[in-house]
């Protein structure tokens, strides 16, 4: 069965993870709705502080609380099982073992004072039973699977014994030590040279066709869209603005965000052309804009754009554009 024909892994239906605070309240996740299906991967992209990795980490259950609260009327289902309310033995059984989840710096997410080997193994025992020479083992092979050098070494070292890629295989590893059915990659290859983040990507693409599971990609690096993943979710100010497959965000987008992302990336085709920027920055989450949160900043705006946007349907089902004017765009091709 195709990634495109296949059921939803993970269905998320109008998501809202709001931060109560002292100044007021953080609306960073807004209604959030998609899927991920078995054996794909799905990307989530937009700039810094439009809720991608509260998404994530939402879906996860690790968001402390309090500040943040999942809204009621929020559905996270995983096969059909609702995970929000399911409580916290019920998720600690699923993290890891049915999702697992590679977070954006690894320094800070591997342990200091424990050995890479102990931390592999400590899943490999708590989700599926293996004494601690059977984990100590299955680490090493791991660490194998996942292209580290001398992986019978490494395995009794400290992080900060390794680089910054040996450390993100490492995460790796350690996400794939349960053959999860999805994998959440929270900006894999932050911090990365250009040729580490190829490896990185080349092997997440290896292991996703190897091990048959989904994946839920967080970035703002459009390149690493393209490369990898299968369809694209665009979010903005805490809701998505698009979502379609990989062409269409590509070949035809349908929200002048997407094009200002996609305009501001170098092109092989003009290396002089000058770099466009989008002008200003994204809201305060406290105080959100009205209609359309991205207005202030859009070329194309006009007086209807200070009505409520809602998702548009553009006739193939998946592509979704939050803009009154999306179809027309599309139509003409204006929008690019």
Same mark, same amino acid.
């Given at each position: 069965?195709?990634?495109?024909?296949?059921?939803?892994?993970?269905?998320?239906?109008?998501?809202?993870?709001?931060?109560?605070? %002292?100044?007021?309240?953080?609306?960073?996740? %807004?209604?959030?709705?998609? %899927?991920?299906?078995?054996?794909?991967?799905?990307?989530?992209?937009?700039?810094?502080?439009? /809720?991608?990795?509260?998404?994530?980490?939402?879906?996860?259950?690790?968001?402390?609380?309090?500040?943040?609260?999942?809204?009621?009327?929020?559905?996270?289902?995983?096969?059909?099982? &609702?995970?929000?309310?399911?409580?916290?033995?019920?998720?600690?059984?699923?993290?890891?073992?049915? !999702?697992?989840? $590679?977070?954006?710096?690894?320094?800070?997410?591997?342990?200091?004072?424990?050995? !890479?080997?102990?931390?592999?193994?400590?899943?490999?025992?708590?989700?599926?039973?293996?004494?601690?020479?059977?984990?100590?083992?299955?680490?090493?092979?791991?660490?194998?699977?996942?292209?580290?050098?001398?992986? &019978?070494?490494?395995?009794?070292?400290?992080?900060?014994?390794?680089?910054?890629?040996?450390?993100?295989?490492?995460?790796?590893?350690?996400?794939?030590?349960?053959?999860?059915?999805?994998?959440?990659?929270?900006?894999?290859?932050?911090?990365?040279?250009?040729?580490?983040?190829?490896?990185?990507?080349?092997?997440?693409?290896?292991?996703?066709?190897?091990?048959?599971?989904?994946?839920?990609? $967080?970035?703002? %690096?459009?390149?690493?869209?393209?490369?990898?993943?299968?369809?694209?979710?665009?979010?903005?100010?805490?809701?998505?603005? &698009?979502?379609?497959?990989?062409?269409?965000?590509? /070949?035809?987008?349908?929200?002048?965000?997407?094009?200002?992302?996609?305009?501001?990336?170098?092109?092989?085709?003009?290396?002089?052309?000058?770099?466009?920027?989008?002008?200003?920055?994204?809201?305060?989450?406290?105080?959100?804009?009205?209609?359309?949160?991205?207005?202030?900043?859009?070329?194309?705006?006009?007086? /209807?754009?200070?009505?409520?946007?809602?998702?548009?349907?553009?006739?193939?089902?998946?592509?979704?554009?939050?803009?009154?004017?999306?179809?027309?765009?599309?139509?003409?091709?204006?929008?690019?």
């Amino acid at each position: 069965m195709s990634a495109e024909s296949a059921p939803a892994l993970l269905s998320v239906r109008d998501l809202r993870t709001w931060f109560f605070t %002292d100044q007021g309240v953080a609306k960073a996740v %807004d209604g959030v709705s998609f %899927d991920v299906r078995a054996g794909e991967t799905l990307g989530i992209v937009g700039e810094s502080g439009c /809720g991608k990795t509260v998404t994530s980490l939402s879906v996860l259950g690790l968001l402390p609380q309090p500040p943040a609260r999942v809204m009621e009327g929020s559905s996270v289902r995983l096969r059909g099982e &609702e995970l929000i309310g399911s409580g916290e033995r019920r998720m600690r059984a699923l993290r890891g073992n049915e !999702i697992s989840m $590679i977070f954006q710096e690894p320094m800070s997410s591997l342990n200091p004072v424990y050995k !890479i080997g102990g931390q592999i193994a400590e899943s490999l025992r708590l989700h599926r039973g293996m004494d601690r020479k059977a984990a100590r083992a299955e680490a090493v092979r791991l660490l194998a699977e996942v292209g580290l050098s001398e992986p &019978e070494r490494r395995v009794d070292e400290y992080p900060h014994q390794l680089s910054g890629g040996m450390r993100q295989r490492v995460m790796i590893a350690m996400a794939l030590s349960c053959e999860p059915s999805l994998l959440i990659a929270d900006e894999p290859t932050t911090a990365l040279d250009v040729t580490v983040q190829a490896q990185i990507l080349e092997l997440l693409a290896e292991l996703r066709g190897k091990f048959g599971m989904a994946v839920l990609l $967080i970035t703002h %690096d459009l390149g690493v869209v393209a490369e990898v993943c299968d369809r694209v979710v665009v979010m903005y100010a805490g809701q998505i603005v &698009e979502t379609g497959t990989v062409y269409d965000i590509f /070949g035809e987008p349908a929200h002048p965000y997407t094009r200002g992302l996609l305009d501001s990336l170098p092109s092989v085709e003009d290396p002089g052309k000058r770099l466009d920027s989008i002008p200003g920055t994204v809201p305060n989450p406290i105080d959100w804009p009205t209609g359309c949160r991205f207005r202030a900043r859009c070329p194309l705006a006009t007086e /209807g754009c200070e009505l409520p946007q809602d998702l548009v349907e553009l006739g193939e089902e998946g592509r979704t554009a939050r803009c009154w004017r999306a179809p027309s765009l599309v139509a003409t091709g204006a929008a690019t």
